[in-house]
């Protein structure tokens, strides 16, 4: 969720590459794919990731691109894969369908005119993880000897459970759903350029006196991804509802309000499903060669768009000790 409300509540504070040297990091694979994927679509020539066949993989572009940060700081990144859709999102997923549509129909009448900026600009927002992006994405963590772990429902929740449970340093997406997951601290902007901003669980409780609970209750009154919220309710009427009243029914009761599924939706940040059956392993015997083989004869994509990216990787492991691949 990027709820400019939650952002408001949270405390987040800018930390150096440096501080973070050695952490294990679990990253949301689908939020960290998706932004690489579509900044590439964006920025990229597409023949560059299509085969002859027509399959587009600019997810390996972008995963060649964006692995080199975490091993340039010597963090272990560690990838959890969604697993099922939770009930009470398909109407978000629909929504998100429904938008893509109307941008792809918007694609088609720009490729007719010829906007070549337009097209650019729209064929990014069409993007979706397609069953080969996301296998292909898998192999390619395999031969790079990144840890691959598949959650039962929200990849974003297990990793926040693997941090609560001190599996992981940190939990790493851009969505501020970690921390009404209790995440006890977050790595956001990994995908962006300068260092990365931290997002502190038990601080933002501290900060306006709010328990876990009540944390979800207000982003509930605020809106999340499972619900509109209550008209006129911003962060600060949310923190001092909560404060008055103690907990949601009792805000509801005050306001003569009500968010349907409210129990669910709570439900669904404080227990989610998630799984103890993974193993975190942070020594690493990357292939490089192999991996730059599946990219680029395998696939088909163009060997100086992703060059820098396996050199760059190629010059942190023998940084870090890790060159088992030579």
Not at 66 to 89: I, S, Y
Not at 164 to 189: I, N, S
Request: hydrophobic fraction near 40%; proline fraction near 3%; charge should be negative.
């Amino acid at each position: 969720m990027g709820n400019a409300d939650i952002r408001e509540l949270a405390v987040i504070e800018e930390v150096s590459f440096a501080a973070l040297s050695g952490s294990v990091v679990a990253v949301d694979a689908h939020n960290w794919l998706y932004r690489y994927l579509t900044t590439t679509v964006k920025w990229t020539n597409d023949a560059i990731y299509t085969t002859a066949d027509g399959t587009e993989v600019a997810n390996l572009v972008g995963v060649v691109q964006g692995l080199p940060k975490f091993f340039e700081h010597d963090l272990t990144p560690v990838f959890v894969f969604d697993g099922a859709v939770v009930d009470l999102k398909d109407e978000e997923v629909s929504e998100r369908r429904r938008e893509r549509e109307r941008a792809e129909e918007k694609l088609e009448a720009a490729r007719e005119r010829g906007d070549d900026i337009a097209v650019a600009r729209l064929e990014s927002r069409t993007q979706r993880l397609t069953d080969t992006i996301l296998r292909t994405t898998r192999e390619l963590l395999g031969l790079l000897d990144v840890p691959v772990i598949e959650a039962p429902a929200e990849g974003e929740a297990q990793a926040a459970y693997m941090a609560r449970e001190g599996d992981v340093d940190y939990v790493g997406t851009e969505d501020y759903d970690a921390l009404l997951l209790g995440a006890p601290l977050t790595l956001r902007q990994l995908t962006s350029s300068g260092d990365p901003e931290l997002m502190d669980f038990q601080a933002t409780l501290a900060r306006h006196d709010l328990t876990w609970e009540q944390l979800v209750d207000a982003a509930i009154l605020m809106g999340t991804d499972f619900n509109e919220g209550i008209s006129g309710i911003g962060p600060k009427t949310a923190v001092k509802l909560l404060a008055e009243h103690g907990d949601i029914w009792a805000v509801f009761e005050a306001r003569d309000a009500y968010v349907d599924g409210a129990d669910r939706i709570r439900e669904l940040f404080l227990d989610p499903a998630v799984t103890d059956e993974y193993s975190v392993e942070t020594d690493s015997s990357p292939d490089v060669a192999a991996a730059r083989e599946f990219v680029c004869d395998r696939w088909e994509v163009d060997p100086g768009e992703v060059e820098r990216g396996f050199e760059r990787i190629e010059d942190s492991l023998v940084q870090t000790g890790l060159d088992q691949w030579e």
